[in-house]
């Protein structure tokens, strides 16, 4: 079993790529979807991520505790017949954190941080147990400027800080460029 940790920036190829990753694994994938359809123009992105999905793909979606869904992947026989889980993506997930209402609310955003990062904890504490293949993408966000707005650096450094948390704890990292994969780990 193994574990790869896919990054690189928007339009990269990181899904892509992925998928063909998870394909190379085993038949049967459990995909696992942080994405949130709040408007039109996501709904499209997913329903055409949807169409790529091979049909014996199991997609779950859940947009903030991966760690609960890991958890019952490993303690529940019905996914035992699953070879992989592919996990896109960290970079929606850490944004689906964001305190959008609050967002001046400055003094909540160590505790969120706190959560945050007990979650991909937790999140990795539980892939660590499952017998499968689990690759994980991300978006690499800290190449451009610094954000002009507070809540840009803050989306910048919490995801941040959990592509590093992420990539330190699996087997294999790539970055990829262009539709490129380059292998950091």
Same mark, same amino acid.
């Given at each position: 079993?193994?574990?790869?940790?896919?990054?690189?920036?928007?339009?990269?190829?990181?899904?892509?790529?992925?998928?063909?990753?998870?394909?190379? %694994?085993?038949?049967?994938?459990?995909?696992?979807?942080?994405?949130?359809?709040?408007?039109?123009?996501?709904?499209?992105?997913?329903?055409?991520? &949807?169409? +790529? %999905?091979?049909?014996?793909?199991?997609?779950?979606?859940?947009?903030?505790?991966?760690?609960?869904?890991?958890?019952?992947?490993?303690?529940?026989?019905?996914?035992?017949?699953?070879?992989?889980?592919?996990?896109?993506?960290?970079?929606?997930?850490?944004?689906?954190?964001?305190?959008?209402? +609050?967002?001046?609310?400055?003094?909540?955003?160590?505790?969120?941080?706190?959560?945050?990062?007990?979650?991909?904890?937790?999140?990795? &504490?539980?892939? +660590?147990?499952?017998?499968?293949?689990?690759?994980?993408?991300?978006?690499?966000?800290?190449?451009?400027?610094?954000?002009?707005?507070?809540?840009?650096?803050?989306?910048?450094?919490?995801?941040?800080?959990?592509?590093?948390?992420?990539?330190?704890?699996?087997?294999?990292?790539?970055?990829?460029?262009?539709?490129?994969?380059? &292998?950091?780990?």
């Amino acid at each position: 079993m193994k574990s790869i940790f896919i990054t690189g920036g928007a339009r990269s190829g990181k899904s892509r790529f992925a998928e063909k990753e998870a394909l190379k %694994r085993g038949n049967k994938v459990i995909y696992i979807a942080t994405a949130q359809a709040l408007d039109e123009e996501m709904a499209h992105r997913i329903s055409i991520h &949807k169409k +790529r %999905r091979p049909d014996n793909w199991l997609t779950v979606e859940e947009p903030r505790y991966l760690s609960k869904v890991l958890d019952e992947i490993g303690t529940d026989e019905k996914y035992n017949g699953y070879d992989t889980i592919l996990i896109d993506c960290m970079a929606l997930l850490v944004s689906n954190w964001l305190p959008l209402e +609050r967002v001046e609310d400055t003094k909540s955003w160590d505790r969120l941080r706190a959560d945050l990062l007990d979650e991909i904890k937790a999140m990795i &504490k539980n892939m +660590r147990v499952i017998r499968k293949n689990i690759i994980i993408v991300s978006n690499e966000v800290g190449l451009g400027l610094v954000p002009e707005y507070p809540l840009g650096r803050l989306y910048r450094d919490l995801l941040g800080e959990v592509n590093q948390i992420v990539a330190a704890a699996v087997d294999e990292a790539v970055f990829m460029v262009s539709g490129l994969p380059i &292998k950091l780990k």
